[in-house]
């Protein structure tokens, strides 16, 4: 399976959200005054009795939109997902989560990469705070094709959900355009001895590369793709932790609560196992250029193909 | 207009009762706001009872939802549920909850509770109706004391901007909040704001202010406002008292919530019933 530069995640949102807004008049896209990054603007210039514009109001928008659910319309929400998540919880809380209203919300520039803006607009939370709540469902595609596909499944589902997206270009990681995405269901995308990669969202396409970089070496690790965080696909991390020595989780979220320390409640209770979790460690970042502050994480694909085939040397030798 | 004055002491008495016997629930609030539920639910809204989810009917949103309790006693009046269902209040596994929940009990159009988040679904519904070209119209209750809020000011520029006529705020301006500030005032607290008009009127709304206590004021000014072919959003300030119909609650910030003795449980029931 080969890889090849993709189009943005940022700009297939936007052309899917116009698109479902065509499809569907229940459909409506609001606004906190970011549409020209988050390609929300799409809507505006295609739809535009489709767009709402809430200005820099993250708490009304969020309540806007259970308001707007509650009467059959179908909100989607988007920010950044700092924003979103930090910024409106409470409103997530008791209006959208605890009435599992209707409500789509799209967290943007989600994780490390955040176009050098740095500690504010870093989302290193936002999977912590999203799948805490007990009706959310929580996507993180990890391409644009995947992006597509998870909104379509978004908008059939009836009820609230998060979308995890990244700002910027990823790689196709998944062959063909034949594969079907399925809330909740995880993706083999390279299979191996001993160690077995889990990763999520943006991250998965460097992890992808750092597993063909170890196979040009000889050395095969499994590699699992989750674009559904909550509910998690338990299954596949179990037989994961029955067939591997050793679970490595990858993302771009701070470690101490992520999709790592998800997967390892499921572990801990169903197939104890030895697990590295890797991503932003307990402390706040900086602003960047993307391969600077990749590497200052250790999240680039060179420095994953070194931490992954240090932990496989070390899980085989012992 | 004796009809909707009656009900407004059953709304009180219905409160004080239930408060009374669950040893539970906020007391002022729902006094205070007692008239405004009489007559939005009694004569004002346009609703199905025996339909609550009725597409067309007229939603409300009781924003300060710690006043819980007027609510479902007006709704149980009104008929949306037996009114023996009232002695359940705030108890476990009971569709009373101490703040309304919309997934338990029909007739609930927004769960509420944390405030200054209502006014915001509010207009989201009053959008609806607007994106649908449906003729509903959307009612809040906001509490003065929640207004402090940032958040209530958000949703007012929205629906401004939006020009949300469909729209219509009611302020429970009851001057009391649970604690407050320090003041001159007999109970030595109060909610020192006493410009909510100029407020709403400031953000581009059509504001009228009225005795949140006189039934054919309310139900004039609420005519006349829903009327108004301008597409501003309404507000109509409500000045009240917390705590109205029982005189030793009026105006004491201790009434917020409390339960009463028997002997003021019975005192309070013998003046409603003078009513």
């Given amino acids: 399976m080969g890889t090849t530069a993709s189009k943005s995640m940022r700009n297939v949102f936007g052309e899917t959200l116009t698109e479902l807004t065509q499809q569907d008049a229940r459909t409506v896209a609001l606004d906190g005054d970011l549409g020209n990054s988050t390609r929300l603007a799409f809507v505006e210039k295609e739809n535009p009795s489709a767009f709402l514009q809430m200005g820099i109001a993250e708490q009304n928008m969020v309540g806007v939109a259970a308001g707007l659910a509650s009467c059959g319309q179908i909100p989607w929400v988007c920010s950044f997902g700092a924003f979103i998540s930090r910024r409106a919880y409470d409103q997530i809380v008791v209006s959208v989560d605890q009435p599992s209203l209707n409500v789509k919300l799209v967290g943007s520039y989600s994780g490390l990469l955040t176009s050098n803006t740095g500690k504010t607009h870093h989302s290193f939370e936002d999977i912590a705070m999203m799948t805490l709540l007990p009706n959310m469902v929580v996507l993180s595609p990890g391409d644009a094709l995947e992006a597509r596909q998870a909104m379509e499944a978004m908008q059939r589902y009836d009820g609230p959900v998060y979308l995890r997206l990244s700002r910027d270009e990823t790689l196709d990681i998944l062959p063909g355009s034949d594969r079907k995405f399925a809330i909740g269901k995880s993706y083999q995308l390279a299979s191996g001895q001993n160690v077995a990669c889990l990763s999520t969202g943006a991250m998965t396409p460097r992890v992808y590369e750092a597993v063909q970089n170890l196979q040009e070496e000889g050395v095969h690790v499994t590699h699992l793709h989750f674009p559904t965080i909550k509910p998690l696909d338990e299954q596949a991390i179990v037989a994961a932790a029955r067939q591997h020595d050793h679970l490595i989780t990858i993302e771009e979220h701070f470690v101490a609560h992520g999709f790592g320390g998800m997967v390892s409640r499921v572990t801990s209770r169903d197939e104890p196992v030895r697990m590295t979790r890797i991503g932003i460690e307990d402390a706040y970042s900086q602003c960047g250029k993307d391969p600077e502050l990749l590497d200052e994480h250790g999240l680039s694909s060179d420095a994953l193909t070194e931490r992954l085939r240090t932990i496989y040397e070390q899980v085989s030798s012992s | ?275």
């Avoid at chain 2, 609550?52 to 949103?61: N, Q």
């Avoid at chain 2, 944390?114 to 009612?139: D, E, P």
């Avoid at chain 2, 030595?188 to 504001?207: E, I, L, M, Q």
Wanted: hydrophobic fraction near 35%; aromatic fraction near 8%; glycine fraction near 10%.
């Fill in chain 2, 1 to 275: 207009m004796d009809q909707l004055i009656m009900h407004a002491a059953g709304i009180r008495k219905g409160v004080i009762e239930t408060v009374y016997q669950q040893k539970q629930g906020h007391v002022g609030g729902p006094l205070s706001a007692a008239d405004i539920l009489s007559v939005l639910y009694f004569d004002i809204m346009t609703i199905k009872p025996e339909d609550p989810d009725w597409p067309e009917r007229d939603r409300f949103v009781l924003s300060k939802g710690h006043s819980a309790i007027g609510l479902y006693v007006t709704l149980a009046l009104r008929g949306y549920f037996p009114y023996a269902e009232l002695a359940t209040f705030d108890a476990l596994h009971s569709r009373l909850q101490a703040h309304p929940d919309m997934t338990k009990l029909p007739g609930l159009d927004m769960s509420t509770g944390s405030l200054g988040q209502g006014i915001s679904s509010g207009v989201g519904m009053a959008l609806a109706a607007k994106r649908q070209n449906k003729a509903y119209k959307t009612y809040v209750l906001l509490g003065d004391g929640e207004s402090q809020e940032g958040q209530v000011w958000e949703a007012a520029r929205v629906a401004e901007r939006y020009q949300l006529g469909n729209l219509v705020v009611i302020v429970d301006a009851n001057n009391l909040q649970q604690y407050g500030w320090q003041s001159d005032d007999k109970n030595g607290r109060d909610t020192p704001d006493s410009n909510h008009g100029a407020k709403w009127k400031a953000f581009g709304w059509n504001v009228s202010e009225v005795d949140g206590h006189d039934i054919s004021a309310l139900k004039e000014t609420l005519q006349h406002i829903t009327s108004a072919p301008d597409g501003k959003p309404k507000a109509v300030i409500a000045h009240t008292v917390k705590g109205k119909g029982v005189s030793f609650m009026e105006g004491n910030f201790k009434w917020h919530s409390n339960v009463p003795t028997d002997e003021e449980f019975e005192h309070a029931m013998s003046e409603l019933e003078e009513v």
